[in-house]
């Protein structure tokens, strides 16, 4: 079975059943007419003959930091259905935090066929964006603001600002950042910022002892930093963690020091994953809108190569301050 049996079938050019296939305009008639066929017959499209008649053979490659991530699931989730019903199928690869990993991945993605790739980027390099600014194919960077490639951003900034202000508002006054290594330009610069600026604009004076810097995102380093803070036997009344992650782990250490929450110490984070409404206590954080910028970078990404627009473009995506337990805010 070829399209010119399945044109024959149902009575139709070979070109319309090349348009069908290829998601062209085919009148609504025709199109009934070509699926009916193709469903008696079974007729699979050859994807060699699709690429050397479009140039193109449906295939997205998407770049992950971490797929056990929340928020990494998230935005694939999001990317993966605007693609999928483009008709484009999704090559996940995962670089487990590995800035070369994520080098090679680039230059595979590069040299192979795909169509085009999706980058969720944690620790930019000058290396990174040379590679991406010499890609020929369309590319999309996620969660890192950069201004000569296409991406798709997270407020970083505004999120940190509402999670601070919400520990001020709460009374705190000398209030802990859990943070994470200032070359991660988005969980670590921008989210510190919006914390001291917070700091400064309700007239607290920075401290550099209660800045706290975590080894990486997970509930371990979270619990080790926190740890080390308490080891200090400094007074502090709040906690603002950069990831929901970190935060668990320093909710449990605090737990275990005696430490009430939300009546000694209040807490808030960043991130809003499921288990912030789970925890005990339930976790006032504030969500990134990952699911909504993966739909974002998809749409993006297919706009860029269906209609050959290849103009640099930036979308912010919009945060929101969830109010919980932690803080002591009614349910």
Not at 105 to 117: A, E, I, Q, S
Not at 128 to 155: N, R, T, W
Not at 198 to 212: D, P, Q, S, V
């Amino acid at each position: 079975m070829n399209i010119s049996m399945i044109a024959q079938l149902a009575e139709v050019s070979t070109a319309t059943v090349s348009r069908y296939l290829n998601n062209g305009y085919v009148s609504e008639q025709k199109r009934k007419r070509i699926q009916a066929v193709i469903e008696q017959t079974g007729y699979t499209p050859s994807s060699s003959a699709q690429t050397l008649r479009t140039g193109r053979n449906n295939l997205i490659g998407v770049i992950v930091p971490k797929i056990s991530s929340e928020s990494v699931s998230r935005m694939v989730d999001g990317i993966t259905e605007v693609v999928n019903n483009a008709g484009y199928q999704v090559l996940l690869a995962n670089t487990g935090n590995n800035t070369e990993r994520e080098m090679e991945y680039l230059k595979t993605f590069r040299l192979n066929n795909v169509d085009g790739v999706i980058f969720i980027g944690t620790l930019m390099t000058k290396k990174h964006l040379a590679l991406m600014k010499s890609y020929k194919k369309p590319i999309v960077l996620m969660g890192q603001q950069e201004s000569d490639v296409s991406c798709v951003y997270f407020d970083d900034y505004g999120a940190a600002k509402l999670a601070t202000d919400c520990l001020v508002r709460c009374g705190c006054q000398n209030i802990v950042h859990l943070g994470v290594t200032l070359k991660d330009k988005a969980a670590g610069r921008a989210r510190r910022g919006g914390y001291l600026d917070t700091l400064e604009a309700n007239h607290i004076a920075f401290r550099e002892e209660l800045i706290a810097e975590c080894a990486g995102f997970t509930t371990q380093d979270g619990s080790d930093a926190m740890a080390a803070f308490l080891e200090k036997q400094i007074p502090f009344d709040g906690v603002f963690c950069a990831t929901d992650t970190i935060a668990f782990g320093a909710i449990d250490v605090l737990r275990r020091a005696g430490i009430q929450i939300p009546e000694q110490v209040k807490l808030t984070a960043v991130g809003n994953n499921r288990m912030s409404a789970i925890y005990s206590p339930h976790l006032t954080s504030v969500s990134l809108s990952h699911r909504t910028g993966g739909l974002e970078a998809g749409a993006i990404l297919m706009d860029m190569i269906q209609n050959d627009n290849d103009a640099v473009r930036t979308a912010q995506m919009q945060c929101r301050l969830y109010e919980r337990e932690s803080t002591g805010a009614a349910e």
